[in-house]
């Protein structure tokens, strides 16, 4: 037991040994149990982790005590007892908080599995007042109902008869429901009798276990049309009433409404993954979303997953997804920041996509900054660079005006798209690049303004990836070009380009830019910039600039 003894007492693995014991503790054999205390209670010896380890023992006996069973109580509390007067100074807090650490980890049950039905009622009824979802008999329910697989309707039933059937109660039921075969499963009429005797309050979580069984219904693809939509219209009727709050993200909020589960089932069966040009979408997945987006509570989740999904339905069935681009409408400002901002969660788009959404994507740069999170407005303009470059798609008259008015953000996420586009291509290619693309594109729509930090860096890094082109961008890009607190991505691409021993008069006004002096001053690579500017250009001002500052923050 050596090695046991080792890895419990191990710094590197923290308290990692003490749940997995109490985790598998009921799986032993008393030897077992009694070698492995035997081992952990000699400690790792020396007199400096003694303390630790005393605190170490305590808190897993205390943690086995709540495990134990009934036959080793005695044995496990008189070391737990042994122990106690040496903690008794130990705050509260490192003791009795442990236990309901230790309850988050993941460590098998802490109360006894029930073994027939009657004990498994018992244990509802014991625990039936715990705070959903943190009780402590959902693990011995479900492993109870997948051992037990015919016992569904008859435990219900003693529930409702006894007033125990809750809402929580009859979701775990479902979610155990989903572990078996469906043979098993218990018939839709039969469960939609017990759903409504639930309280309204509170059936969300009824809703959401209903859309994970439609989830594996539509994922298996071997029931018939008929079952899944009998399925469909039982979750919906049951989701439809809950009302969806999209929060600042909501995309998340809407994957944990049931009408949004139940929104994403309905796409388990045609995989992005799996595309062909006959994949076409079920008609009975097309009448569920029309009757999804109808006016319900609910809508606003079905809305956000869709949008999601836009471009793949798009792709697979042009004519119908035209009928969903009105809830990307800014006419209806709530709905369409849930669609946007469910869009911009992962962007998909193609061109046709973009044609027919064109107008309402504009809208969208221009009012980004007043209705869309900051990460939502720097992907709108990772996708206008992206619109940019395709040929045709949208020309410099049509981006003039949008660059003109869009937000700051929109602006770092184009400019850091536009790094990036540099940053894929072969080292051969960057320089035609710039000249043949960028710089046009620069000269007639990049507004002339003050530009944030992060503008500041992508532009400046975007330099640094070009060759011969290097000085007409800086050129052109100086006065973008603002300082930057931790330049690091601009100061690694010129080492990597070869600066520090090519320097030229650009490469003196780049840094000098990005300088301040209130930014800090690694001794690499500024010091050889520094001595190659000094060495080829030192009356340049810039350069003098640049060790003024480094002297000041190096001596500082």
């Not at 037991?1 to 990692?16: D, I, Q, Y």
């Not at 598998?24 to 054999?29: D, G, K």
């Not at 303004?449 to 290097?470: G, I, M, Q």
Request: with cysteine; glycine share 6%.
């Amino acid at each position: 037991m050596t090695h046991l003894r080792n890895w419990f007492w191990s710094a590197e693995w923290g308290v990692e040994p003490v749940r997995y014991l109490a985790a598998i503790w009921r799986e032993l054999e008393m030897e077992q149990k009694e070698e492995i205390l035997s081992s952990i209670l000699a400690g790792p010896g020396g007199d400096e982790v003694r303390g630790y380890s005393e605190q170490r023992t305590f808190i897993l006996l205390n943690a086995i005590s709540k495990v134990a069973d009934p036959d080793e109580i005695e044995s496990v509390e008189d070391r737990f007892e042994a122990l106690r007067e040496t903690f008794s100074g130990l705050p509260d807090w490192q003791v009795e908080g442990f236990t309901s650490w230790l309850s988050s980890g993941g460590q098998g049950p802490s109360v006894e599995e029930p073994r027939c039905e009657d004990e498994l009622i018992d244990l509802i009824r014991d625990h039936s007042a715990d705070e959903y979802p943190f009780r402590e008999w959902t693990g011995g329910l479900e492993r109870y109902i997948k051992d037990n697989p015919n016992c569904i309707e008859n435990v219900l039933r003693r529930l409702s008869g006894e007033g125990l059937l809750t809402n929580p109660v009859v979701a775990d039921v479902l979610y155990a429901m989903n572990e078996i075969s469906r043979d098993h499963w218990l018939e839709f009429a039969v469960l939609q009798e017990f759903v409504d005797r639930l309280p309204r309050p509170g059936r969300r979580y009824v809703a959401s276990a209903l859309a994970t069984l439609l989830r594996s219904l539509v994922k298996a693809g071997d029931a018939d049309e008929q079952a899944v939509e009998e399925l469909f219209e039982f979750c919906y009727s049951v989701g439809a009433e809950v009302e969806f709050d999209p929060g600042t993200e909501p995309y998340q909020e809407a994957v944990n409404h049931p009408l949004g589960r139940l929104t994403g089932s309905l796409f388990e069966r045609i995989s992005p993954l799996e595309l062909d040009v006959d994949t076409q979408l079920p008609d009975w997945a097309k009448r569920a979303i029309a009757k999804l987006l109808g006016d319900s509570p609910g809508q606003g989740a079905v809305i956000s997953v869709l949008a999601l999904h836009i471009a793949f339905l798009h792709a697979i069935e042009p004519a119908f997804a035209q009928t969903l681009l009105w809830m990307f409408d800014w006419e209806q400002q709530k709905r369409a920041r849930v669609a946007w901002s469910s869009f911009l969660f992962r962007p998909s788009w193609h061109r046709t996509l973009f044609d027919d959404f064109r107008s309402d994507f504009e809208k969208s740069v221009n009012l980004a900054s007043a209705s869309l999170s900051e990460d939502c407005q720097k992907t709108l303009g990772e996708l206008l660079a992206e619109a940019s470059a395709v040929e045709g798609l949208i020309t410099h008259e049509d981006t003039v005006p949008l660059m003109r008015e869009c937000g700051p953000l929109v602006l770092e996420g184009l400019a850091r798209q536009l790094e990036r586009r540099l940053e894929l291509m072969n080292k051969g290619d960057r320089d035609g690049f710039w000249r043949k693309k960028l710089k046009p594109w620069f000269t007639a729509c990049w507004p002339k303004r003050v530009v944030s930090t992060d503008v500041s860096h992508s532009l400046a890094t975007l330099c640094a990836y070009l060759d011969e082109e290097f000085s007409d961008a800086v050129n052109w890009l100086k006065d973008e070009i603002g300082p930057v607190m931790y330049p690091s991505r601009a100061l690694g691409r010129l080492v990597d380009g070869g600066y520090a021993s090519k320097a030229n008069e650009q490469l003196a006004i780049l840094l000098e830019r990005l300088s301040h002096d209130g930014m800090g001053f690694p001794h690499e690579p500024w010091s050889k910039f520094l001595d190659a500017l000094e060495r080829e250009f030192p009356d340049l001002p810039e350069t003098k600039k640049l060790r003024e500052r480094y002297l000041r923050a190096r001596s500082s």
